[in-house]
C-alpha cells in the first residue's frame, strides 16, 4: 500500500481545510487510517483514525468537535476535514494504514506528509 497525502496549505485562525489521503493497492480498505501530526520541535502525534469500513472513528481530544475524518473506498481515499483551525494546529500531516488504534507503531504504511499552517 502506498499513500500520498495532499490538502495542506497556509490559512487563517478560524478557517478550514480538507486533507486527503490517496492509495494505491487493492488492500487499502481493509486497513484502518490514521492521522499523525508533527509540528518543529515536537514529538509526532495522534490526531484521528477511521475504521476499514468508516462505520468507527477516534480523535485526539485536542481536535475532538474540530475535525472530521471519513473515508471512500471506492476511491481509495480517506478524508481529514479540519475545521475552526488553530495556530497550534499547525504541522506536518501524515496518514498511514494499519491497525485502529492512536499508537504510530500500530501502522504498517505511511504517506510523505503535507503542511498545514494556520496563522493567528
Known amino acids: 500500500v502506498q499513500l500520498q497525502a495532499s490538502g495542506g496549505g497556509l490559512v487563517q485562525a478560524g478557517g478550514s481545510l480538507r486533507l486527503s489521503c490517496a492509495a494505491s493497492?487493492?488492500?487499502?480498505?481493509?486497513?484502518?487510517t490514521g492521522w499523525f501530526r508533527q509540528a518543529p520541535g515536537k514529538e509526532r502525534e495522534f490526531v484521528a483514525v477511521?475504521?476499514?469500513?468508516?462505520?468507527?472513528?477516534y480523535y485526539a481530544d485536542s481536535v475532538k468537535g474540530r475535525f472530521t475524518s471519513s473515508r471512500d473506498n471506492a476511491k481509495n481515499t480517506v478524508y481529514l476535514q479540519m475545521n475552526s483551525l488553530k495556530p497550534e494546529d499547525t504541522a506536518v500531516y501524515y496518514c498511514?494504514?494499519?491497525?485502529?488504534?492512536?499508537?504510530?507503531?500500530?501502522?504498517?504504511?505511511w504517506g510523505q506528509g503535507t503542511q498545514v499552517t494556520v496563522s493567528s
Open positions: 498511514a494504514a494499519g491497525a485502529f488504534h492512536s499508537d504510530s507503531a500500530m501502522y504498517d504504511y
Open positions: 493497492g487493492r488492500t487499502f480498505s481493509k486497513y484502518a
Open positions: 477511521i475504521s476499514w469500513s468508516g462505520g468507527n472513528t
